[in-house]
């Protein structure tokens, strides 16, 4: 059926509007699950210091989703200026070996710009972090790509904003690929040493389709 823009539903409309929809339209698209929040929460975690990893992992629901989420807030090792580190597991296996490649830009409130990048490397994302808990944090934004499919290699791209533990501004962003086609069924977030905080969701981006 064509959907109605409000004071143009004329009855010889024929064609579909992605404009502003009725109360009796809105209500139907929802029920067909083609309207809403583009956002699924699909899990949540807090991290208080007791574990040295966050791990999303057998929950992630990489074969309804082609483009997951993950929002960090107030991330944060135990040990002071520790790197944030990122990689996946295959089929449930985590992939620690030399094969990931990333590149980014760390940008400093005092003028220092520096690049970071690797074509060999065990991890998919990093950065150096903030200062120590209970410190000013890092909150960060991960989107990743074709975890699910196994014909594809899987992708991540990220920002992050934090004070380090010099207590100046940092920024960033970059991104990372793990180059080989596999099924991707989890996330883990580490660090060298120390155990982490913060609150880590993971969401799938839902598919709006309007017709």
């Not at 990893?53 to 992630?60: A, P, R």
């Not at 799938?204 to 017709?211: C, H, R």
């Amino acid at each position: 059926m064509p959907y109605g823009y409000l004071g143009q539903n004329q009855p010889n409309q024929t064609v579909s509007n992605s404009g502003v929809f009725s109360i009796t339209d809105v209500a139907e698209l929802q029920s067909q699950g083609k309207l809403g929040g583009s956002l699924e929460l699909i899990a949540e975690q807090t991290a208080s210091g007791t574990s040295a990893t966050v791990e999303f992992l057998d929950n992630m629901q990489e074969n309804i989703y082609d483009v997951h989420l993950l929002q960090i807030s107030g991330w944060q090792s135990s040990d002071n200026n520790r790197t944030f580190i990122l990689r996946l597991y295959e089929s449930g296996v985590l992939e620690s070996g030399s094969v990931y490649q990333y590149a980014y830009l760390d940008m400093e409130s005092t003028g220092t710009f520096t690049e970071m990048r690797s074509t060999a490397d065990t991890l998919m994302a990093r950065f150096d972090t903030a200062d120590s808990y209970p410190n000013p944090s890092a909150n960060i934004y991960l989107y990743f790509y074709n975890l699910g499919n196994s014909s594809k290699y899987s992708f991540c791209n990220f920002q992050y904003t934090l004070f380090n533990y010099l207590g100046n501004y940092r920024a960033g962003f970059g991104g990372g690929v793990l180059p080989q086609a596999s099924l991707v069924n989890g996330i883990q977030i580490s660090t060298q040493t120390g155990n982490l905080y913060g609150n880590y969701k993971l969401f799938g981006l839902k598919q709006i389709w309007v017709t």
